[in-house]
């Protein structure tokens, strides 16, 4: 299986700001990496995959970037939905497997 | 409009059995993959089970595998999580999630969660 390592677990932040999350996985994974974004009691929510490709919908201030082994999601500018928990998963091969989340708190 | 509705969920006696629906609209449900992912409450992300659109090939995660079958009926739109021999540690909000176009592994619709408590 195909471990990841997601930074920070917990990111205190004040709107407006620009905030990144790290994933790191154990092995390259191309560019075969998701990002989800989850609040509190719904659904997650894709907000961009192959790495970079935003989701449509999804506002251009968030962006993602990397490959191999590590990626980024920045957020540019923190509104206040922007507020939850942010997960990474790979598909390069199974199983697949998620980051443990960083949750996005008012600072 | 997709939508995927999951159904089922309850509380369960530890080794007991429980059958998961996900009633699938708005797409062509036959052509695409589907997954179930769950969460544990208060935890992350668990990908759980993987069918491909033809129901031929079909992937477990560890914790699950030899108790969960993954079913699907392409006539009826509907998507199946048959769970056997619970454990506690199964207790999560079971999503069903729809894979993205062409088999692309990420999952870009995901169902509202049905809730499965294992516990005496």
């Known amino acids: 299986a195909i471990w990841m390592t997601q930074s920070p677990s917990l990111l205190s932040a004040s709107t407006g700001d620009r905030v990144t999350i790290s994933c790191r996985m154990s092995q390259g994974i191309s560019s075969y990496l998701a990002w989800y974004q989850q609040k509190p009691g719904k659904a997650p929510e894709l907000l961009i995959y192959?790495?970079?490709t935003l989701q449509s919908g999804v506002p251009s201030r968030f962006s993602g970037s990397g490959s191999g082994t590590d990626f980024t999601l920045t957020i540019s500018c923190l509104q206040s939905e922007d507020f939850a928990t942010y997960y990474c998963?790979?598909?390069?091969?199974?199983?697949?497997?998620f980051g443990q989340g960083t949750k996005v708190e008012i600072k | 409009e997709v939508q995927l509705v999951e159904s089922g969920g309850g509380l369960v006696q530890p080794g007991g059995s429980l059958r998961l629906s996900c009633a699938a609209s708005g797409f062509t449900f036959s052509s695409y993959e589907m997954n179930w992912v769950r969460q544990a409450p208060g935890k992350g992300l668990e990908w759980v089970s993987y069918?491909?659109?033809?129901?031929?090939?079909?992937y477990y995660a560890d914790s699950v595998k030899g108790r969960f079958t993954i079913s699907r009926d392409n006539a009826k739109n509907s998507l199946y999580l048959q769970m056997n021999s619970l454990r506690a540690e199964d207790t999560a909000v079971y999503y069903c999630a729809r894979e993205g176009y062409d088999s692309s592994g990420y999952f870009d619709y995901w169902g509202q969660g049905t809730l499965v408590t294992v516990s005496s």
């Open positions: 192959a790495a970079s």
């Open positions: 069918i491909s659109s033809s129901g031929s090939t079909i």
């Open positions: 998963q790979q598909y390069y091969s199974f199983p697949r497997t």
